[in-house]
């Protein structure tokens, strides 16, 4: 481990991506994200088979990565919300082709160019898989500056494990925020598995072929089972989720991200007060992590989804818990980021309808 | 004692290609595998095959092969070369994906001087979705898009990608060739060679485009298709080395 150190939100994810092992990083300018692309220009140069490309589009930047990820090497690409949008096309074929490699999508305000503020507006466009086709990808929701380093790391180990993208679904706030990080030791590459379906020439063996065309139904539907099979290992293998007070919480608050962390306060405010509230915060939001939100309902009657947009990962809190609950929704889109304070006031109004006591 | 003549390359599957009788993919396919094998680069290198007619090609072309969207082989290209200097890299790409939906992929990989070597096969037409009007389409020809022919007042010129990507700063040589006749093939051939040599020597950015037949969308026997070339294609596109700054090598 190295020293603590105070950084950038956009640095660090940029810092740990060196740190796993990315060698391949291609992105285009947009607000409120450019800081990451700058630090991998830099970090890219100072390391000697690492390459940066400042690509034409957001489209050019994540088919270089596809190509880069065709010859093996850990590749990442990011950028904010209308540009993921763009990536859409080159994620889904990362996903037919079982390439791994890292986005990161730094949200911000939307729909259309929106504004550059943080926003949570992209949770379908991430969880649903954002491109055409039948297929999912693994979104990590970092709500701190360690986390930042650490699900970094996480989302390239993932990536190369599962041959799949992996979304790194942040916000303007999460990327402008300065706080002590502690990095892991740069990951020595050459202790990484073979990727024995890389493409790097055909010598001494047969040729290789990479693609998603399969004009035959029958091999389609098949490709279609394998990577249906392959997202139901990883939701049961790496749902992930922190808890805060809710040993004895009557009411739970759902929220990810920069949202977390504003409902944390609330909800700290809440209990100096003596309510019994708690904070349930997804770090992966797919798989969503619907069986501790499930095992909480035995006790928790009563859940807030808290999102920095008009209401999405609530729809998942609701198919977590199949009716078992009431759920309640609070949301601020735009780019508007609420106060704990204003949250605090919506949970404790919600905590009092419900019937679970006031002030004692 | 008999002497073998002539067999098939090195680098070409023993696949029944599924292009239609007349086409020029086929012939285009087994230069590169000639190509390929007589500069002893086929177990080093890598191709990017386009979506279109020649998808495909990984069923017969022998080599490392990974598939780009529409439109964005360049930039896949430039991915994987980048990551591998030292193997050789080229995209497969029909005029639709090269000159529509991936000009600017294409353009600014010229531009960066990318060391990839570009095969662009010109003919006139969207073959694999059936015979739309392509960026390259003539003027008064026919496709099922331009039923009464392609009008410049309401389609636009036919567009010249090789005179475009010739006034990047990247794109060391560009040749425009053909192979509707035994002879274009062959200076067909020495284009590619000279490409992929460029690409050997780290010149920078090589792309041969091939003026080809298509019969069936232009609706004509193999025969017509060739002629159709040489009296009619030629005059809008002529056959030459559009940029040279690689010399002979």
């Given at each position: 481990?190295?020293?603590?150190?105070?950084?950038?939100?956009?640095?660090?994810?940029?810092?740990?991506?060196?740190?796993?092992?990315?060698?391949?990083?291609?992105?285009?300018?947009?607000?409120?994200?450019?800081?990451?692309?700058?630090?991998?220009?830099?970090?890219?140069?100072?390391?000697?088979?690492?390459?940066?490309?400042?690509?034409?589009?957001?489209?050019?930047?994540?088919?270089?990565?596809?190509?880069?990820?065709?010859?093996?090497?850990?590749?990442?690409?990011?950028?904010?919300s209308p540009?993921?949008?763009?990536?859409?096309?080159?994620?889904?074929?990362?996903?037919?082709?079982?390439?791994?490699?890292?986005?990161?999508?730094?949200?911000r305000g939307g729909p259309g160019l929106g504004n550059?503020?943080?926003s949570?507006?992209?949770?379908?466009?991430?969880?649903?898989?954002?491109?055409?086709?039948?297929?999912?990808?693994?979104?990590?929701?970092?709500?701190?500056?360690?986390?930042?380093?650490?699900?970094?790391?996480?989302?390239?180990?993932?990536?190369?494990?599962?041959?799949?993208?992996?979304?790194?679904?942040?916000?303007?706030?999460?990327?402008?925020?300065?706080?002590?990080?502690?990095?892991?030791?740069?990951?020595?590459?050459?202790?990484?598995?073979?990727?024995?379906?890389?493409?790097?020439?055909?010598?001494?063996?047969?040729?290789?072929?990479?693609?998603?065309?399969?004009?035959?139904?029958?091999?389609?539907?098949?490709?279609?089972?394998?990577?249906?099979?392959?997202?139901?290992?990883?939701?049961?293998?790496?749902?992930?989720?922190?808890?805060?007070?809710?040993?004895?919480?009557?009411?739970?608050?759902?929220?990810?991200?920069?949202?977390?962390?504003?409902?944390?306060?609330?909800?700290?405010?809440?209990?100096?007060?003596?309510?019994?509230?708690?904070?349930?915060?997804?770090?992966?939001?797919?798989?969503?992590?619907?069986?501790?939100?499930?095992?909480?309902?035995?006790?928790?009657?009563?859940?807030?989804?808290?999102?920095?947009?008009?209401?999405?990962?609530?729809?998942?809190?609701?198919?977590?818990?199949?009716?078992?609950?009431?759920?309640?929704?609070?949301?601020?889109?735009g780019g508007?980021?609420?106060?704990?304070?204003?949250?605090?006031?919506?949970?404790?109004?919600?905590?009092?309808?419900?019937?679970?006591?006031?002030?004692? | 004692?008999?002497?073998?003549?002539?067999?098939?390359?090195?680098?070409?599957?023993?696949?029944?290609?599924?292009?239609?009788?007349?086409?020029?993919?086929?012939?285009?396919?087994?230069?590169?595998?000639?190509?390929?094998?007589?500069?002893?680069?086929?177990?080093?290198?890598?191709?990017?095959?386009?979506?279109?007619?020649?998808?495909?090609?990984?069923?017969?072309?022998?080599?490392?092969?990974?598939?780009?969207?529409?439109?964005?082989?360049?930039?896949?290209?430039?991915?994987?070369?980048?990551?591998?200097?030292?193997?050789?890299?080229?995209?497969?790409?029909?005029?639709?994906?090269?000159?529509?939906?991936?000009?600017?992929?294409?353009?600014?990989?010229?531009?960066?001087?990318?060391?990839?070597?570009?095969?662009?096969?010109?003919?006139?037409?969207?073959?694999?979705?059936?015979?739309?009007?392509?960026?390259?389409?003539?003027?008064?020809?026919?496709?099922?898009?331009?039923?009464?022919?392609?009008?410049?007042?309401?389609?636009?010129?036919?567009?010249?990608?090789?005179?475009?990507?010739?006034?990047?700063?990247?794109?060391?040589?560009?040749?425009?060739?053909?192979?509707?006749?035994?002879?274009?093939?062959?200076?067909?051939?020495?284009?590619?060679?000279?490409?992929?040599?460029?690409?050997?020597?780290?010149?920078?950015?090589?792309?041969?485009?091939?003026?080809?037949?298509?019969?069936?969308?232009?609706?004509?026997?193999?025969?017509?298709?060739?002629?159709?070339?040489?009296?009619?294609?030629?005059?809008?596109?002529?056959?030459?080395?559009?940029?040279?700054?690689?010399?002979?090598?």
């Amino acid at each position: 481990m190295t020293e603590k150190q105070l950084m950038r939100g956009s640095h660090v994810i940029g810092e740990a991506a060196v740190r796993a092992g990315c060698r391949f990083y291609a992105g285009y300018p947009i607000t409120p994200q450019n800081e990451l692309t700058e630090y991998m220009a830099g970090a890219m140069s100072r390391i000697e088979d690492g390459v940066f490309i400042q690509a034409e589009s957001e489209l050019a930047a994540v088919n270089m990565v596809i190509g880069a990820a065709m010859a093996g090497a850990r590749t990442m690409t990011s950028s904010s919300s209308p540009g993921v949008s763009l990536k859409q096309e080159g994620i889904s074929y990362l996903a037919a082709q079982e390439l791994p490699a890292v986005i990161v999508n730094t949200m911000r305000g939307g729909p259309g160019l929106g504004n550059i503020a943080p926003s949570q507006g992209d949770y379908f466009q991430a969880t649903r898989g954002g491109g055409h086709g039948d297929y999912r990808h693994i979104v990590l929701a970092p709500a701190s500056g360690q986390e930042l380093a650490d699900l970094t790391r996480t989302a390239f180990e993932y990536a190369d494990r599962y041959r799949t993208p992996v979304m790194i679904l942040g916000d303007g706030m999460m990327g402008q925020m300065m706080e002590p990080v502690t990095f892991p030791e740069p990951l020595d590459l050459t202790g990484l598995p073979d990727k024995p379906w890389k493409l790097d020439g055909a010598k001494g063996r047969p040729s290789r072929v990479i693609l998603s065309l399969l004009l035959n139904t029958a091999l389609e539907e098949e490709l279609n089972w394998k990577l249906f099979r392959k997202y139901e290992t990883i939701a049961q293998e790496i749902p992930a989720a922190e808890t805060f007070m809710t040993e004895d919480a009557r009411m739970v608050v759902i929220a990810y991200g920069t949202a977390a962390r504003i409902a944390k306060g609330a909800v700290k405010a809440l209990r100096e007060k003596g309510l019994r509230v708690g904070l349930l915060r997804p770090v992966t939001l797919w798989p969503f992590p619907d069986r501790v939100i499930r095992d909480m309902s035995r006790s928790v009657a009563d859940f807030l989804a808290f999102e920095m947009s008009t209401g999405q990962m609530v729809e998942d809190v609701r198919l977590a818990l199949e009716g078992r609950a009431r759920v309640h929704f609070y949301g601020r889109p735009g780019g508007i980021v609420p106060t704990p304070d204003e949250i605090a006031g919506v949970l404790h109004t919600r905590y009092e309808r419900s019937g679970l006591g006031g002030l004692s | 004692m008999a002497k073998k003549i002539f067999e098939r390359p090195r680098y070409l599957k023993e696949n029944v290609y599924h292009y239609c009788p007349g086409c020029g993919h086929s012939i285009i396919h087994r230069l590169v595998a000639e190509v390929l094998d007589e500069l002893a680069i086929g177990e080093r290198t890598i191709g990017v095959p386009p979506a279109g007619c020649a998808v495909l090609a990984y069923n017969y072309l022998d080599v490392d092969m990974g598939e780009a969207p529409h439109g964005r082989g360049a930039a896949v290209a430039t991915g994987i070369k980048r990551m591998l200097p030292d193997r050789i890299v080229f995209t497969y790409q029909g005029d639709g994906d090269i000159a529509a939906i991936g000009t600017a992929e294409t353009i600014h990989a010229a531009n960066r001087g990318e060391n990839v070597t570009v095969i662009f096969v010109n003919n006139g037409v969207y073959g694999m979705t059936g015979g739309q009007m392509a960026p390259t389409t003539l003027l008064g020809q026919s496709s099922t898009t331009t039923p009464g022919g392609r009008d410049r007042s309401r389609d636009g010129m036919p567009i010249d990608l090789s005179q475009m990507l010739a006034v990047t700063g990247g794109s060391v040589y560009i040749e425009r060739t053909a192979v509707h006749s035994p002879k274009h093939v062959r200076r067909t051939k020495k284009a590619l060679a000279k490409a992929f040599k460029t690409q050997m020597q780290g010149l920078g950015f090589s792309l041969v485009e091939v003026v080809s037949q298509c019969p069936t969308n232009w609706k004509m026997t193999p025969a017509d298709a060739c002629r159709w070339i040489e009296e009619t294609i030629l005059s809008f596109y002529p056959l030459k080395v559009i940029k040279d700054e690689v010399g002979d090598i």
